[in-house]
């Protein structure tokens, strides 16, 4: 049995313009040990993914429907007496921005041992130590003394791997990184995706990793996950998303990023803007940006389309070329 199994999850937000389905049909599993990445554009879902995961939303957010299940224990519909007990124990998250996740008024040592508390039986001596041990796990030089300092005190990739620390001192099954290293110079980030590699290796917790950066998915994921729109519109090991993408979401994401070998070339930008999540259209929601579209990409969705045992794709070329003589329909 997975990990976390999620089955045709839909989240949606009440908006004054009206309802906006932020994730639509979205299903995948997450096995003991692996990094899964999540892949895509702002606005794609994949943090309301991670969000309806926690039930975190915001108060005009909901579930409609799907089901959630970590280690065969349901979430959707569970209370919150309950997700309090899987947050922080089952299931961790470390945000986007840490100095906005971090209070500014509180001590680094304050934060740490509230959340130790809130989340173990650990009494506030224990608490304490535990929280002394993870700022020393993440590399923090005399965690003693900065536990009594303050978040401004610390520079971003500072503040990220106090982040991680608070996200792993309850050892959680699953750690959810939503763009851990958005706000960070290269050489910080480096540090940070080699810290988390090597926690997860020594810990052997399971990642989900949201990003844009193909570069991230390609250093730490094992499996990959690529959504436009609030839908996957390819899965896959990330040996087959990389080498052998079947989805023309994907190609465009590949044709954006340099690589060694179109060194002085100009990189294909993918054309339009992200689709309004308030006026779906019948088919693919990508298409009005596709090259490669055909008129029944734009009156109907392609179904899930099995392009081995290891990868799936939702396409219409992928249908094309396995139809003999397959002509533009």
Request: with cysteine.
């Amino acid at each position: 049995m997975a990990l976390l199994e999620v089955r045709d999850l839909h989240t949606a937000f009440t908006t004054p313009a009206g309802t906006v389905n932020a994730v639509n049909g979205v299903s995948f599993n997450l096995e003991r040990g692996k990094v899964l990445g999540i892949v895509g554009e702002s606005g794609s879902g994949k943090s309301v993914t991670a969000y309806s995961i926690m039930q975190i939303l915001e108060k005009n957010g909901r579930i409609v429907s799907g089901s959630i299940k970590i280690d065969g224990q349901e979430l959707v519909g569970a209370g919150e007496k309950t997700m309090k007990n899987i947050r922080g124990n089952k299931v961790s998250i470390i945000f986007q921005d840490p100095m906005t996740s971090l209070n500014p008024t509180y001590t680094i040592g304050h934060q740490l041992t509230e959340a130790i508390v809130l989340h173990t039986d650990r009494n506030k001596k224990q608490a304490y130590e535990r929280a002394v041990e993870m700022l020393r796990l993440v590399n923090i030089n005399e965690p003693e003394k900065r536990m009594k300092q303050y978040p401004f005190e610390f520079s971003g990739g500072m503040r990220q791997r106090i982040m991680i620390a608070m996200a792993l001192a309850c050892e959680p099954d699953i750690l959810i990184a939503d763009e851990p290293t958005t706000a960070l110079d290269v050489t910080i980030q480096a540090q940070i995706l080699e810290l988390m590699q090597s926690l997860q290796q020594e810990l052997g917790m399971a990642i989900i990793m949201i990003t844009h950066d193909l570069g991230v998915v390609a250093q730490m994921c094992d499996e990959v996950i690529v959504m436009y729109a609030g839908s996957i519109c390819e899965q896959g090991t990330a040996d087959e998303i990389f080498y052998n993408p079947c989805h023309e979401y994907t190609k465009g994401l590949m044709r954006s990023i340099p690589t060694v070998n179109n060194d002085g070339e100009k990189l294909q930008p993918i054309s339009g803007t992200p689709i309004d999540l308030l006026n779906m259209p019948a088919g693919c929601p990508f298409a009005p940006r596709c090259d490669a579209a055909m008129k029944i990409c734009m009156r109907e969705r392609c179904p899930r389309m099995e392009i081995n045992e290891n990868h799936a794709a939702g396409c219409w070329i992928n249908v094309k070329k396995e139809t003999e003589g397959g002509e533009k329909t």
